[in-house]
């Protein structure tokens, strides 16, 4: 692969910095850094790729594409990072300490173009949210309706998804303030009544092996939750000074994540230990298995969801419905939050008619 052209000399640091100054980071600290990435001594193309989680199974086909090669036969040498104290993805993308972000959900881009931040989702690689209502399979029966008998059955929801994704689940289900409690993993197991807005692949694992039954859980997209997840986030110019390393980026994690679901995915799990030993065989095959049990990476439809492929119209769907919990307001141009130039064309979507 050749090595990508740099029409800028610096990231567009100004106009990020527009948004950028409402995520709390100063203009000092992001710097004006090349949007042309670094080569290493073999020849190939560092892609720093930003990730908030510790590594688990939510990134086996990143880990799978590494393991197996798929990134370094397309000449990259492609390294997960985390970003340091006090940042996050998009100040880290802000700063240019790394190329590429992975957002959790398809809020995170919409935040963005409200704050005028240069940056675009370039691929979704869970076509279904892993959020989903935690609560205890048999809790004990109340007379009368649900917290006639007391306080409001609570519902334990973390801290960041109190200006997110409870607002679009309280619109939802009818639930009040009054109802929320703080995240605490042993507090509902004590509690037969608590719920828990969490994570397919976390919970439902976690609570056996602490001590709780297993629980049941309502994945949101069962109620229309049109959220994308495991967002690769762009920064404009990144993107358009480096094309060619974006677009193979992509073709080989969407080659990395069909393996890691359908094929063996015990390199991606060596990897993923290593790099998180409190990561345990236990939690990685049971969770890999959610993945590819509930369709979260392939869709219900594959032949019309490639994988990494998105739409405008489920943006438009999630945009709107966002809106009318009151996290966005009217007007933002939400197309401005993602584009597909850069997948392969047997992943984008065809063009409209």
Known sequence: MRRPSARLACLDRR?????????GLSATAAGCNSSEPAIDENGR????????EPASAELGGFYQAL???L???????????RPGFGQDVPRALASGNADLGLAADSFTPLRLVEEEAPVKAVAAFFQKSLRTVISHPEPPPRPGPPGSSGAPLPIQVAEADRETLWPWYKALSGLTD??????????????????????LT?????????GGSPPADRPLFDDGYAAYGALVLAPTAFARDNDEALRAFLAASVEGWADYIEGDPDPAHGLIRRANRNMSADELDPAREILRDAAVVTGDDPASTPIGSMSADRWQTFYESATEAGVFPPGLDWQQAFTTDYLSPA???????
């Open 178 to 199: 009054d109802q929320l409690a703080d995240y605490d993993l042993e507090a509902f197991i004590r509690d037969p009544d608590a719920r828990i807005l969490g994570h």
């Open 15 to 23: 106009t990020l910095l527009t948004g950028a100054a409402a995520l």
């Open 347 to 353: 992943v984008a979507p065809a063009p409209a008619a």
């Open 202 to 210: 976390r919970e439902p694992i976690l609570i056996p092996q602490t």
């Open 45 to 52: 193309i560092r892609l720093r790729l930003a990730i908030d």
């Open 71 to 81: 990134y370094e036969a397309r000449g990259l040498n492609v390294q997960m990072v």
């Open 67 to 69: 393991a197996t090669g």
